[in-house]
């Protein structure tokens, strides 16, 4: 007996389109959506607690109003989160890929909870490089970032570039004195950890067990490191 195709499990396409990271293909598994991305698993509707925790983390103890970037939209878990917290008065979400987008409007929207109308919040389609490198975004008080499985593990070759030195140092500069970074990780990435360890004085790894496989982590950098070379004023 056949059911209705996606219904009963097996993951089924809704719709595939040429993204600005190659291809982006949106498909239906029961009654959850997954995002896959340049080939790569992004990010789908089923659990979304360490992508919740990213926001939770960075903005706890930060007293209001704060200014919040998130990188990469995805299904919505984190900006939805970000919404919940009092404190957060203002959410800029970086996303590159018009479709993504597109499907908040749609099937999506239920996940993020029509979150992309909210007055508080400002919608860039654009490259999260191209916005860190520019002196005039910012200062924010929590960056957090997902936009890959991982510092280690990303969609595209390109992104691999925020997680250097280079990109550490766009990153601290965007933000405000008490601000924090905080970088989801499909799993530990010891490199990383050491080069935030360089540049920030206080950094955590959280743990966030999942149902299958290693925990997924959050990283949380706090206290910016004056720049290599530079002396404080
Ligand atoms: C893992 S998902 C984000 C999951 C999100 N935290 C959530 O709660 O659903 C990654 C998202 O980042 C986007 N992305 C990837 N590279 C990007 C980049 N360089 N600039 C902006 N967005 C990017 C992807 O299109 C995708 O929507």
Not at 11 to 36: C, K, M, Q, S, Y
Not at 80 to 109: N, S
Not at 180 to 206: C, D, G, H
């Amino acid at each position: 007996m056949g059911g209705i195709p996606g219904m009963d499990g097996e993951p089924v396409v809704v719709e595939r389109v040429a993204g600005t990271g190659g291809e982006l293909v949106l498909r239906r598994a029961g009654e959850h959506l997954e995002i896959i991305g340049n080939g790569v698993f992004l990010m789908d509707t089923r659990n979304g607690e360490s992508e919740r925790l990213l926001v939770r983390a960075a903005v706890a103890g930060l007293r209001a109003p704060v200014r919040l970037l998130i990188g990469g939209l995805g299904v919505g878990f984190s900006l939805a989160e970000a919404l919940l917290l009092p404190q957060v008065a203002q959410v800029t979400v970086v996303e590159r890929e018009r479709a993504v987008i597109g499907w908040h409007r749609t099937l999506l929207c239920p996940w993020s909870r029509g979150a992309l109308d909210d007055p508080r919040v400002t919608l860039e389609h654009a490259d999260l490089l191209d916005v860190v490198a520019d002196p005039a975004t910012g200062p924010f008080d929590a960056l957090c970032l997902d936009i890959d499985n991982g510092p280690d593990w990303t969609v595209t070759p390109d992104n691999a570039r925020l997680y250097g030195p280079e990109g550490l140092e766009l990153l601290a500069a965007r933000l405000t004195h008490r601000g924090v970074l905080a970088v989801w990780s499909a799993n530990t990435a010891p490199r990383f950890e050491a080069l935030l360890r360089e540049r920030f004085a206080r950094v955590e790894a959280r743990r966030v067990p999942v149902p299958r496989g290693e925990p997924d982590i959050v990283y949380l950098a706090r206290e910016a490191l004056p720049a290599a070379g530079l002396t404080p004023a």
